[in-house]
T-cell receptor
Framework: QKEVEQNSGPLSVPEGAIASLNCTYS??????FFWYRQYSGKSPELIMS????GDKEDGRFTAQLNKASQYVSLLIRDSQPSDSATYLC???????????FGTGTQLKVEL | EPEVTQTPSHQVTQMGQEVILRCVPI?????FYWYRQILGQKVEFLVS????????KSEIFDDQFSVERPDGSNFTLKIRSTKLEDSAMYFC??????????????FGAGSRLTVL
């Protein structure tokens, strides 16, 4: 079973702090990784994608990938209350055509 | 910004009834998907569809499920005889190319199915 694992949280951070969300995956054939944000009752919304080892930055978000450790993370700088949501990690195996999602980590940004 | 449109937003049905969920993918996208999310659980892949045929399906997608692209714009998911455990949010998604790489999936707002 090809799994994507996340801590369900909730992860609570104060406004303005850095939130660090983590994800591990079991399938070494996974090539592409995605972070989606999901507000309660809404659909997943893409935040970041990452395919190569290292860091990828987009505004307040930084995705990190370590294929040797099978580990993906998302850093959110200057966290805002509007960032409060569930963050879903997902992977695609090379040549495949489906996203495998983790259970998501609930983030709460407190005033 | 182009979006994936789903109807209905919420459907309530009796166990054993047939349900059709409809989706209008982004117009130039070639790959179409259905995912579902049972309340409080992870988003699960059901099926992918390309060139008028199923390209991949999960073990969830059994004989009770079918998909169809009846015309140039709609993509439907049919559940033949609904069960209580089919109650979930169903998300349609589309992508320009194969998932992964630069071809990210865009999700619709979802159709909530409640089976009584």
């Amino acid at each position: 079973q090809k799994e994507v694992e996340q801590n369900s949280g909730p992860l609570s951070v104060p406004e303005g702090a850095i939130a660090s969300l983590n994800c591990t995956y079991s399938d070494r054939g996974s090539q592409s990784f995605f972070w989606y944000r999901q507000y309660s009752g809404k659909s997943p919304e893409l935040i970041m994608s990452i395919y190569s080892n290292g860091d990828k930055e987009d505004g307040r978000f930084t995705a990190q990938l370590n294929k040797a450790s099978q580990y993906v993370s998302l850093l959110i700088r200057d966290s805002q209350p509007s960032d409060s949501a569930t963050y879903l990690c997902a992977s695609v195996t090379g040549g495949g055509n489906k996203l495998t999602f983790g259970t998501g980590t609930q983030l709460k940004v407190e005033l | 910004e182009p979006e994936v449109t789903q109807t209905p937003s919420h459907q309530v049905t009796q166990m054993g009834q047939e349900v059709i969920l409809r989706c209008v993918p982004i117009s130039n996208h070639l790959y179409f998907y259905w995912y579902r999310q049972i309340l409080g659980q992870k988003v699960e892949f059901l099926v992918s569809f390309y060139n008028n045929e199923i390209s991949e399906k999960s073990e969830i997608f059994d004989d009770q499920f079918s998909v169809e692209r009846p015309d140039g714009s709609n993509f439907t998911l049919k559940i033949r005889s609904t069960k209580l455990e089919d109650s979930a949010m169903y998300f349609c998604a589309s992508s320009l190319g194969l998932a992964g790489g630069a071809n990210v999936l865009t999700f619709g707002a979802g159709s909530r199915l409640t089976v009584l």
